[in-house]
């Protein structure tokens, strides 16, 4: 069982800058490939930026390419996301995500994450 606390999220100005943090709980925290999703008021969870459970590889929705960066720390069970150049298109409640395995391969859909954190809150005025 892996449980999952995010933090970071907050109002910021179109350009702005932050970093959405995951807290994971488990001693098998490295062998777990992690996720963030997104969802915005009436629209579909989508994916946004995945890791792999070394860190080796990872992967990105087109939208926010060049924008996000997603690290881990597996000497602290945590994944990170920071979020540059924030538009008001970000807008949503920012899920991350934990799956069993993951090896070489970032899991891009819902279906294949097992654990979800509640979420935390990103606004981006314009």
């Known amino acids: 069982q892996v449980q999952l606390v995010e933090s970071g999220g907050g109002l910021v100005q179109a350009g702005g800058s932050l970093r959405l943090s995951c807290a994971a709980s488990?001693?098998?925290?490295?062998?777990?490939?992690m996720g963030w999703f997104r969802q915005a008021p009436g629209k579909e969870r989508e994916f946004v930026a995945g890791i792999t459970w070394s860190g080796s590889n990872t992967d990105y929705a087109d939208s926010v390419k060049g924008r996000f960066t997603i690290s881990r720390d597996n000497a602290k069970n945590t994944v990170h996301l920071q979020m540059n150049s924030l538009k008001p298109e970000d807008t949503a409640v920012y899920y991350c995500?934990?799956?069993?395995?993951?090896?070489?391969?970032?899991?891009?859909?819902?279906?294949?994450?097992?654990?979800w954190g509640q979420g935390t809150q990103v606004t981006v005025s314009s």
């Open positions: 488990g001693r098998t925290f490295s062998t777990y490939g």
């Open positions: 995500a934990a799956r069993i395995g993951g090896v070489s391969k970032v899991a891009i859909t819902l279906a294949e994450y097992r654990y």
